[in-house]
């Protein structure tokens, strides 16, 4: 599987979603930012993301999905947070 066809697949089920890939072949990471996340739980947001993948990890095709899901706002509040503890 290619970087692009992850970003489209999670594209497809998330229309508007931010989308970070790391990874080749099989085995990838992915950060997705999405407001429709706000309220929903965190397994639930990565259910909805695997889901698009339901086939390639039955098959094997893709061995490996790492999945960070968060929304824009909390996205933004991990970033302040990392930059405070940089300063100290």
Do not use: Y
């Amino acid at each position: 599987m290619q970087t692009e066809q992850v970003v489209a697949r999670i594209s497809a089920a998330l229309p508007g979603a931010e989308i970070s890939v790391d990874g080749a072949d099989c085995s990838f990471s992915v950060v997705v930012l999405c407001a429709d996340f706000a309220g929903m739980p965190v397994v639930r947001r990565q259910q909805k993301i695997l889901s698009a993948f339901n086939q390639e990890l039955q098959t094997g095709e893709l061995h490996a999905l790492s999945v960070k899901a968060h929304t824009p706002e909390e996205w933004k509040s991990f970033q302040q947070v990392g930059l405070t503890q940089i300063e100290l």
